[in-house]
């Protein structure tokens, strides 16, 4: 920032504010340097910036697309408003909580069914393994509807294709 006398008005800085050490004018909230009001950290506005190109011409530089997150919200919510039409409602925690039991249970499952196929010397996963996982890991009556589910599921899918 230029040295002003005390006489001269700098626009942007009020008119009693007061002279540094160096001869320079600071605002009353601290020094207004070369970033200006808002600071070194301040957000700038999109308008003066140009677009970025690659280095190599006439080679059109690639969009960086945002990683998806997989997530069992949907169904989630679905079989929660299947179960409890419009009365019941699930907070963004409770909602994480259930996404993170549900990745632990296809982990679980997936990981069994991978063991049924090796100890068969197979390649190949077929819903008949992901039955048998099913059946070894859930308990009484969740087992018993897991495994009508899935099967309507697998024929529903099998007469469409």
Same mark, same amino acid.
């Given at each position: ?22 001869? %320079?004018? +600071?605002?009353? &909230? ?11 950290? +301040?957000?700038?506005?999109?308008? @003066? ?6 280095? +190599?011409? @006439? ?8 990683? $998806? $997150?997989? %997530? ?14 419009? =009365? ?28 049924? &196929?090796? %100890?068969?010397?197979?390649? *190949? &996963? *077929? ?14 009556? &969740? ?5 009508? =589910? @899935?099967?309507?599921?697998? %024929? ?6």
């Amino acid at each position: 920032m230029s040295k002003v006398g005390k006489d001269e008005k700098v626009p942007g800085i009020p008119e009693d504010a007061e002279l540094d050490e160096d001869g %320079s004018k +600071a605002d009353k &909230l601290g020094k207004s340097g070369k970033h200006g009001k808002e600071g070194k950290h +301040a957000k700038h506005s999109k308008r @003066g910036k140009t677009d970025k190109s690659s280095k +190599a011409p @006439g080679v059109p530089m690639k969009k960086k697309t945002k990683k $998806r $997150r997989q %997530s069992f919200a949907i169904p989630i919510f679905k079989v929660l408003k299947q179960i409890h039409q419009k =009365e019941v409602r699930i907070s963004k925690q409770g909602m994480g909580i259930m996404n993170s039991f549900m990745q632990d249970i296809f982990d679980r499952l997936a990981t069994e069914a991978t063991a049924l &196929l090796r %100890s068969d010397k197979k390649k *190949t &996963l *077929t819903s008949r393994e992901v039955e048998t996982a099913v059946k070894l890991m859930l308990p009484g009556q &969740l087992k018993k509807h897991a495994v009508s =589910e @899935g099967t309507k599921a697998v %024929s529903k899918f099998s007469r469409l294709g």
